[in-house]
Nanobody, 122 residues
Framework: QVQLVESGGGFVQAGGSLRLSCATS????????MGWFRQAPGKEREFVSL????????YYADSVKGRFAISRDSAKNTVYLQMNSLKPEDTAVYYC???????????????WGQGTQVTVSS
C-alpha cells in the first residue's frame, strides 16, 4: 500500500515562506514521479509542480514559477516544496501525489496524500 504523508502547512503572511514535505516509502520514492497539487475553496484541484524519480525533470505551473521549488531527499524518501514570496492566492490545501510517468493532470496520478492546509494572509 502506497502512503504519502504531507506536512509543513500553516499560516503565513504574504511575502513569507513555507516548506512542505511529503514522506513516502523507498519503493514509491524511487519509482514514481512525485507531484504537488493544490485546491482552493470553491475551486478545482490544480497542478503545482512535479519532479521525476531520477531528479532530471522538474516542472512548475506558471502561477508558481520562480517562487516555488521542488526537490527530493533520497536519504529520507521525502519530496519538498519550498514556497517563497507567498501570496494570498496561494491559499489552498496542498496535496502530494505519485504518478508512474511525467504528468500534470490530476487523473494521471495514482496515489494521493491527505493534504496540508496553507493559508496566506494579506
Amino acid at each position: 500500500q502506497v502512503q504519502l504523508v504531507e506536512s509543513g502547512g500553516g499560516f503565513v503572511q504574504a511575502g513569507g515562506s513555507l516548506r512542505l514535505s511529503c514522506a513516502t516509502s523507498e519503493h514509491t520514492f524511487s519509482n514514481y514521479v512525485m507531484g504537488w497539487f493544490r485546491q482552493a475553496p470553491g475551486k478545482e484541484r490544480e497542478f503545482v509542480s512535479l519532479i521525476s524519480y531520477d531528479d532530471t525533470t522538474t516542472y512548475y505551473a506558471d502561477s508558481v514559477k520562480g517562487r516555488f521549488a521542488i526537490s527530493r531527499d533520497s536519504a529520507k524518501n521525502t519530496v519538498y516544496l519550498q514556497m517563497n514570496s507567498l501570496k494570498p492566492e496561494d491559499t489552498a490545501v496542498y496535496y502530494c501525489a505519485a504518478a508512474s510517468g511525467t504528468a500534470t493532470m490530476e487523473w494521471e496520478y495514482d496515489y494521493w496524500g491527505q493534504g496540508t492546509q496553507v493559508t496566506v494572509s494579506s
